[in-house]
Structure formats: C-alpha cells, structure tokens
C-alpha cells in the first residue's frame, strides 16, 4: 500500500498504473545514479498526473528532490515554488493548462509536444 496514491478526483486507473511506473522508473534511476534517465521519467510523471491535483503535486515533490540531489539550486527555486503552489493552481487549472514536462527551465507558456504513448495514454 506504501506506493498507492490517494486522488481527490478519479483519476484514470490505466493513467495512474503508467504515473506510478514513471516514478517507481525514476526510483530505480536515482538509486543508479542516472540522473537523465530520471529526469525523463521524472517529466513523463509529471505529464500523466498533470490534471490531479495530488499527482501533480507528487511530480513537483520528487523533482525537488532529485534537484536537491544535484544540488541544482536555479531548479531547486523553480520546484520549490511549483511544489508550494501546483495544488491549488491544478484545482483552479485543471486540464486548461498546457501539457509540460514539469522542470523549472521550462517557460509555462511554452506548450510542449507530448510523447505519443503518454498522448495514447491520455486519451483512453
């Protein structure tokens, strides 16, 4: 049960399964010290949980995390401020927002391509 997320809204079963792998994916990169590989994983999660408050915000945590790792302090701010204010901005947001991959270098108003799988995903 310690992997389980707890979602205020339903949250698309076969999108949760593919935002817990992301960040189970990430886990295992940061433990193997591949950073790259975990800041995809990292973005990819934080693309699937965009839309729920509680996923999103889950996103945000472990991208400060992994930045804090690295001692990334520009990325760091940037999470730091995500993290304290993607919950009520998702809530008032929700799915009007762009679809982005999460990290602090990244303009909000910059709409990005979404992976396919990710886009195939989303629109089950």
Request: aromatic residues 8%.
């Amino acid at each position: 049960m310690e992997n389980q997320i707890v979602h205020l809204f339903v949250f698309n079963t076969l999108v949760h399964e593919h935002f817990q792998a992301e960040l189970d994916r990430a886990k295992i990169a940061i433990a193997e010290q591949d950073f790259e590989t975990a800041w995809i994983a990292l973005q990819r999660a934080h693309i699937l949980g965009q839309t729920d408050a509680i996923a999103h915000t889950i996103a945000h945590w472990n991208m400060l995390k992994l930045a804090w790792r690295q001692r990334d302090f520009q990325e760091i701010i940037g999470q730091l401020i995500s993290t304290l204010s993607v919950f009520p901005l998702t809530l008032l947001y929700g799915k009007n927002r762009y679809l982005r991959g999460g990290k602090a270098n990244v303009n909000e108003s910059e709409k990005m391509s979404v992976p396919a799988d990710i886009q195939q995903i989303l629109n089950q």
